[in-house]
């Protein structure tokens, strides 16, 4: 899936409270939009390509796009859902993550729910539906266990040269071997790529804003030097820093 923070959101269409009875079953299929749903009391299970998911008051379920699945109600209860749409693919499965703090999530549903009710509240109801999702995929952050204190320095030391893994392991309290394993395992390319991926992503930002020089564009993403970082640049996007710049900065407003 998507992350959720990442998300280009293109409408809420609407806000449902679904009752749910003990033992009943029912099929989705080809859902019309995404949905977020929630439970305020209750327990269902989602059977959806070979997998159970179950959506209880400890976790938000993002249900898919033009996704069929199985509902099965276990247990008696209510479960607010919102239905969105957004400009990317966010996900073709039904996926479970875990929240902290279920209150706030129901409060911010009741709020987009009434303001859903007038037109001219849509980009307030936006507003309060991104900060939902970003606080979502923040909480989301606990599936990288003992990586989390990582993964948070990383994303907001990137540009720091020096960035090393003794330094990352030493915030996980672990060895740098396991840290290096352990990050593998969880996201397929090493910490250093991890680095090196967030740089190019910033590196391709300020390029596009025209505003800095080659070798300034390299300091601030982290990069050793403006040699170093043209040739990543150019091995990566199999352009030119420069040519970058030209094909992509925008003068205009």
């Known amino acids: 899936?998507?992350?959720?923070?990442?998300?280009?959101?293109?409408?809420?269409?609407?806000?449902?409270?679904?009752?749910?009875?003990?033992?009943?079953?029912?099929?989705?299929?080809n859902r019309k939009t995404y949905g977020i749903s929630f439970c305020i009391s209750g327990k269902i299970t989602y059977r959806h390509k070979g997998r159970e998911i179950l959506s209880d008051p400890n976790?938000?379920?993002?249900?898919?796009?033009?996704?069929t699945y199985e509902i099965c109600r276990n247990k008696t209860g209510i479960f607010p859902v919102i239905n969105f749409d957004c400009?990317?693919?966010?996900?073709?499965?039904v996926t479970s993550i875990p929240i902290y703090d279920a209150k706030s999530y129901?409060?911010?549903?009741?709020?987009?729910?009434?303001l859903c009710l007038f037109p001219r509240n849509r980009a307030k109801?936006?507003?309060?539906?991104?900060?939902m999702l970003y606080r979502i995929s923040q909480s989301n952050l606990n599936q990288y266990g003992i990586l989390r204190p990582a993964i948070e320095y990383m994303e907001?030391?990137?540009?720091?040269?020096?960035?090393?893994?003794?330094?990352?392991?030493?915030?996980?309290?672990?060895?740098?071997?396991?840290?290096?394993?352990?990050?593998k395992?969880?996201?397929?390319?090493?910490?250093?790529?991890?680095?090196?991926?967030?740089?190019?992503?910033?590196?391709?930002?300020?390029?596009?804003?025209?505003?800095?020089k080659i070798n300034t564009v390299a300091e601030k993403c982290g990069f050793s030097g403006q040699y170093h970082f043209s040739r990543f640049f150019k091995e990566k996007t199999g352009k030119s820093a420069t040519e970058f710049?030209?094909?992509?900065?925008n003068y205009k407003i």
């Open 1 to 29: 899936m998507q992350e959720l923070n990442t998300a280009v959101i293109t409408d809420v269409y609407d806000t449902i409270r679904v009752p749910s009875v003990r033992g009943g079953k029912e099929m989705m299929r």
């Open 59 to 67: 976790c938000a379920v993002i249900l898919p796009k033009g996704g």
């Open 87 to 93: 400009l990317n693919n966010l996900c073709d499965t």
């Open 106 to 114: 129901i409060s911010d549903f009741e709020q987009i729910e009434r």
């Open 125 to 131: 109801a936006l507003s309060i539906f991104y900060d």
């Open 156 to 183: 907001t030391n990137y540009s720091n040269p020096a960035l090393t893994n003794k330094l990352l392991a030493d915030l996980c309290n672990i060895s740098e071997v396991y840290f290096r394993k352990q990050f």
């Open 185 to 212: 395992n969880q996201f397929g390319i090493s910490p250093k790529q991890y680095i090196l991926n967030i740089r190019l992503q910033r590196a391709k930002q300020l390029l596009s804003e025209g505003i800095y």
């Open 245 to 249: 710049m030209k094909e992509n900065i």
